[in-house]
């Protein structure tokens, strides 16, 4: 058997999220019926995470394994063929039969992406979350700063994000190595929040997201949010923020030797 990664770009709308389901169009499962396709097998395929529906990614990593002679090129130009345009196979290319997409990631980069303008123009309100009148951006940054480091982050776990009552394991203990909090724009008017950790509970960051905003409609104080990140209690923590303003940014399998790498 090869083992195959595949990096792979999906705008999330249409879709109910990466995992496949029974009754739902969701991203690989259309990668799995388009391999199918290709070499007569079912490959199952490896994410290295779960987006949620409406969540985006610039950069999914994957992997399946085949016993297909298929040419990584060919694997390359046959699923962009068969796939919808909302999903792209940017990236294909032989394994170790070691290499694990999920197990051996290092860093998972997400970034989220909102707009403060009176108006959302139509071309952005798939790909941002509409906050209009947010201004309080040096509290959301160092709001933000606080997550780094190792914490708990049950305050900002959705439920059903593991099984409670399992013995052993990290828990809700993840560690953020890198977060960023810039405009993307001339205007300042479209911003972006990056988090990035050695893994995310279930809506980890749009829960994060949701509670900074809070901060940024001055609802909720930089110390504030500080409490609610030590509280581990998901009651005191903002609204989920919605789904489309999130991408997952990038997958690393080696943890990058310095913070400037993590904005490439």
């Not at 947010?134 to 480091?149: C, D, P, T």
């Amino acid at each position: 058997m090869r083992n195959i990664k595949l990096t792979i770009s999906y705008d999330g709308t249409e879709f109910a999220g990466w995992q496949r389901q029974p009754d739902a169009v969701t991203i690989q499962g259309e990668i799995e019926k388009k391999l199918k396709v290709m070499t007569s097998e079912d490959n199952l395929v490896h994410g290295a995470g779960r987006t949620d529906a409406g969540v985006h990614a610039f950069a999914m990593s994957a992997h399946f394994g085949t016993a297909s002679a298929i040419p990584v090129d060919a694997f390359n130009r046959g699923l962009n063929s068969l796939l919808p345009a909302s999903i792209r196979i940017i990236h294909v290319e032989e394994v170790a039969s070691s290499f694990h997409a999920r197990i051996d990631a290092s860093v998972k980069v997400y970034r989220y992406c909102f707009t403060t303008a009176k108006i959302c123009i139509p071309t952005r309100r798939l790909y941002c979350t509409h906050c209009p009148g947010m201004h309080s951006f040096e509290q959301i940054r160092q709001a933000l700063s606080l997550v780094r480091g190792v914490h708990d982050f049950s305050s900002f776990e959705a439920v059903g994000s593991r099984d409670l009552t399992r013995d052993g394991g990290r828990g809700a203990v993840r560690e953020i190595f890198y977060t960023a909090f810039n405009c993307l724009d001339e205007n300042n008017s479209e911003w972006y929040i990056d988090i990035g950790g050695d893994g995310f509970l279930r809506k980890m960051v749009r829960n994060i997201v949701g509670t900074l905003f809070e901060v940024g409609y001055d609802r909720l104080s930089v110390n504030g949010f500080a409490t609610v990140l030590k509280a581990e209690d998901r009651s005191l923590a903002g609204p989920t923020a919605p789904a489309c303003g999130l991408f997952l940014k990038k997958v690393y399998y080696e943890k990058p030797s310095d913070i400037a790498s993590f904005s490439l």
